[in-house]
């Protein structure tokens, strides 16, 4: 089966409502992968990213392990000369991949999910909680042992989290989100 024949127009209209984007502007021209920190370890530049979502390749799109390498540093977006905020198609492309079962990097994901639980929790990162929570769920417990004890020395890991006071507005934010 060739990919025009995969093409899932469906698709693309539901990643251009939920960005926001014109995608259907891109014409290739990249300047966004020529400005882009991750390319290095991308499987796809971002505007082959949007060339997937622009033919409805559902499932390439949604598998790349681009979507987990990607920053969102936003140099893509403030380089395009049609205005397209490559970051906000990358969200998208992430709720959705999260919401098929179609996360490629599941490590990567695994590890936003600990830091915005942490950040939930204490309206901050507390390091050795959400590091210990990561090393549990990869079953991977023991290594990076002297790195976390450097960083102990130096006053990065503390034992006890600081929480934010504000834990109405703190609420409201991961509510709204
Ligand atoms: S810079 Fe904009 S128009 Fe050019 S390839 Fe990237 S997204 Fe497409
Ligand atoms: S936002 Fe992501 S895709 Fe865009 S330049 Fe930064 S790392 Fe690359």
């Known amino acids: ?22 995608i259907e502007l891109c014409y290739h021209c990249q300047k966004c992968a020529s400005g882009c920190i991750a390319t290095e370890y991308a499987d796809f530049y971002p505007n082959e990213i949007l060339r997937l979502v622009q033919l409805g390749q559902k499932e390439r799109a949604l598998q790349c392990s681009s979507l987990w390498i990607c920053s969102s540093c936003e140099t893509c977006g403030a380089r395009c000369p049609n205005g397209i ?3 906000a ?8 991949s ?20 942490s950040v939930r929790a204490n309206g ?3 390091e050795p909680t959400m590091m210990a929570a990561y090393k549990l769920k990869t079953r991977n417990l ?9 960083m102990f020395k130096k006053g990065k890991m503390p034992l006890l989290p600081s929480r934010v006071k504000d834990k109405k507005t703190l609420k409201n934010i991961f509510r709204s989100s």
Do not use: C, W
């Open 1 to 22: 089966m060739n990919a025009i024949a995969n093409t899932d127009v469906e698709f693309y209209r539901e990643m251009r409502e939920k960005s926001g984007q014109p």
């Open 85 to 87: 905020n490559m970051r």
């Open 89 to 96: 198609v990358i969200d998208a492309l992430k709720e959705k």
């Open 98 to 117: 999260i919401s098929e079962n179609k996360v490629k990097e599941k490590k990567i994901h695994l590890f936003h999910t600990v830091f915005l639980n």
């Open 124 to 126: 901050r990162v507390h």
């Open 142 to 150: 023991f290594s990076d042992l002297g790195v976390g004890f450097d």
